[in-house]
């Protein structure tokens, strides 16, 4: 299993970003997948959850109407878009091969969103 974000990165508040997360060596078509992150000095937290075919997605409440998962199963990727940004934001993001652990997850991705 590997797993491999991107799209992190510096941004204003209000601010959007997409991240990615380019999965291989499982059949990714298969398998519900999620975002989890960490901010500084915190434990991990569930962000986001799709399932297989993509048409069934949950949200944690912080970041409800803001974020949007998706996922292409044609090219093995997972996305997450982040708009309205806020300072709270600020975390490595992880894209997790599991709807109900954080393990197999990828070496993350920052976001940092400060003025």
């Known amino acids: 299993v590997q797993l491999v974000e991107s799209g992190g990165g510096l941004v204003q508040p209000g601010g959007s970003l997409r991240l990615s997360c380019a999965a291989s060596?499982?059949?990714?078509?298969?398998?519900?997948m999620r975002w989890v992150r960490q901010a500084p000095g915190k434990g991990l937290e569930w962000v986001s959850t799709?399932?297989?075919?993509?048409?069934?997605?949950r949200y944690a409440d912080s970041v409800k109407g803001r974020f949007t998962i998706s996922r292409d199963n044609a090219k093995n990727t997972l996305f997450l878009q982040m708009n309205s940004l806020k300072p709270e934001d600020t975390a490595v993001y992880y894209c997790?091969?599991?709807?109900?652990?954080?393990?197999?997850r990828g070496q993350g991705t920052q976001v940092t969103v400060s003025s």
């Open positions: 997790v091969k599991s709807v109900t652990t954080f393990l197999p």
């Open positions: 060596g499982f059949s990714f078509s298969s398998y519900g």
């Open positions: 799709i399932n297989s075919s993509g048409g069934n997605t």
